[in-house]
Nanobody, 123 residues
Framework: QLQASGGGLVQAGGSLRLSCAPSGGTFSRYAVGWFRQAPGKEREFVATISWNGGNTYYADSVKGQFTISRDIAKNTVYLQMNSLTPEDTAVYYC??????????????????WGQGTQVTVSS
């Protein structure tokens, strides 16, 4: 089980940092990523990081705005979100899996999901 935390209500232009950690065991041998699902929309890939933190990939919509990182010693993956806009409002899910490359885009194929954390950006 993965535990996502750090969501909340923030004004446009603000920042939040999400955290993801396994409730038991470790995900040190896996890529970890973030997805989000806005109301009425499909879940979409946001960012992923390789097992050792050496490679990171982002959706075009968040490049330069979000940063994914992992602290191997703390067994935690973070998503730093800056310059938030109302369009970033969604439930954010962390997931464990494998990095994928399709149609010239990187993403992640999850095999384990976290429970999600709500991010709401007010205008």
């Amino acid at each position: 089980q993965l535990q996502a935390s750090g969501g909340g209500l923030v004004q446009a232009g603000g920042s939040l940092r999400l955290s993801c950690a396994p409730s038991g065991g470790t995900f040190s041998r896996y890529a970890v990523g973030w997805f989000r699902q806005a109301p009425g929309k499909e879940r979409e890939f946001v960012a992923t990081i390789s097992w050792n933190g050496g490679n990171t990939y982002y959706a075009d919509s968040v490049k330069g705005q979000f940063t994914i990182s992992r602290d191997i010693a703390k067994n935690t993956v973070y998503l730093q979100m800056n310059s938030l806009t109302p369009e970033d409002t969604a439930v954010y899910y962390c997931a464990r899996g494998k990095i994928s490359y399709n149609n010239r885009r990187y993403s992640m194929d999850p095999d384990l999901w976290g429970q999600g954390t709500q991010v709401t950006v007010s205008s």
